[in-house]
């Protein structure tokens, strides 16, 4: 049964599985509320102690609760989708308190990690070492994985792919990837497990993604587990590697006026100074988490790519975000530096609050198992 359970939190992650025709992830929602009904099934009593997934279930009840205040407040459209979005993480915030309670939290990152690596890396070898193309969404949703960069050609090869593993791009494979990774180091004892840690950090890095490269370096640089002279050979060699495109994307392009994604981001930042500037409500409620964005705002790109913290800001507000932080910081200080190390990289991420597996992230950063047990239940890691 426990592999049922490692299976359907790897489906909950995979939120790039999006079926435009009928508007959602549904291997994640589906994956989530299988997962609810086996956790739920035959319990007469349904508890929830005092635990930071509660907390989590109550922080968004108040986001929910403040976004209707001011979109009556203010007589906002009301966005319908993103309130059946806030009712479904708000569910998985309780089940992902059910999920820890009788999964290992080792176990879960171990599995996690290690399944999706094998798709990233047979994705990586299949086209440098075959020249197979491999793309594991174009036959199941119709989109296809964004792997190819412009005209860039890795030196050698003539050739070049940044391998997405089961997401849609190579940075959403490093903001699902990269907190368990960063929180993983703290089991990396064993030799099977430092080899998995340190292929899952190499992981980022051949993503050739912005975010892999930044998330890979934080973890490198903060983690206790990889020594410093070994942190310094995989620099040099993950710097003489990454060095030719990222000279590319951020030099040759931007002198060829080529888009590297900076532009979106930037406008993203000057919008959401220009509101909290021009209109006092912004300050309290955003551009408001239930709402259609009004048309005045000119926002382009997704609005959670320019990472999560920013996100907050603009659709929640700074004095709800300065609150939020300061709620989760106070986790953070309790946390070893492998939790932290993950709450970092979260808020740097282009996660979003409305992906059913936001909080299962969050849980595991913060996780304590100093709960008693359920009845009939057994914790399987005592101490962490």
Same mark, same amino acid.
């Given at each position: 049964? /426990? ?51 509660? /907390? ?34 708000? +569910? ?25 690596? +094998?798709?990233?890396? +047979? ?15 174009? *036959? ?137 500037? *021009? ?70 991420? /282009? ?34």
């Amino acid at each position: 049964m /426990k592999n049922l359970y490692y299976l359907l939190f790897i489906g909950i992650s995979l939120q790039t599985y999006y079926f435009y025709g009928k508007g959602g992830p549904l291997i994640s929602i589906f994956s989530l509320l299988l997962l609810g009904l086996i956790l739920f099934d035959n319990k007469k009593t349904i508890v929830f102690p005092y635990h930071v997934s509660s /907390k989590i279930f109550v922080w968004y009840f108040i986001i929910l609760l403040w976004s209707i205040l001011g979109v009556l407040i203010f007589q906002l459209n009301f966005d319908f989708n993103r309130f059946g979005g806030f009712i479904i993480v708000a +569910i998985s915030s309780l089940i992902s308190y059910r999920y820890f309670k009788v999964c290992s939290l080792k176990t879960t990152i171990k599995w996690y990690l290690f399944v999706n690596i +094998i798709f990233f890396y +047979i994705q990586f070898f299949g086209f440098y070492l075959f020249g197979f193309e491999i793309d594991y969404l174009v *036959n199941i949703t119709g989109e296809k994985q964004r792997m190819f960069a412009g005209s860039f050609n890795f030196p050698y090869f003539n050739s070049f792919i940044r391998p997405t593993g089961l997401y849609q791009e190579p940075g959403t494979y490093a903001t699902f990837l990269s907190p368990f990774i960063a929180l993983f180091g703290r089991y990396s004892e064993s030799k099977q497990n430092k080899k998995l840690y340190y292929s899952a950090i190499l992981s980022l890095f051949l993503s050739f993604s912005t975010f892999g490269i930044i998330f890979g370096s934080i973890i490198l640089l903060l983690s206790k587990k990889v020594r410093p002279s070994l942190k310094v050979i995989i620099g040099c060699v993950v710097s003489l590697i990454s060095y030719p495109y990222i000279h590319y994307r951020f030099v040759l392009s931007k002198a060829t006026d080529v888009d590297v994604g900076f532009g979106f981001r930037i406008n993203q930042i000057t919008e959401t100074v220009n509101i909290l500037k *021009n209109n006092t409500q912004s300050w309290f409620f955003g551009t408001n988490l239930l709402s259609i964005v009004p048309k005045n705002v000119q926002l382009t790109g997704a609005y959670n790519d320019s990472s999560l913290l920013l996100y907050l800001i603009l659709f929640l507000g700074p004095i709800l975000t300065i609150t939020t932080i300061i709620l989760i910081g106070r986790e953070f200080l309790k946390g070893d530096l492998f939790s932290k190390t993950g709450i970092i990289i979260l808020f740097l991420s /282009k996660i979003s609050i409305f992906m059913p597996f936001f909080p299962f992230i969050v849980n595991s950063l913060l996780w304590k198992n100093r709960e008693i047990p359920l009845k009939g239940e057994r914790i399987i890691e005592k101490r962490i």
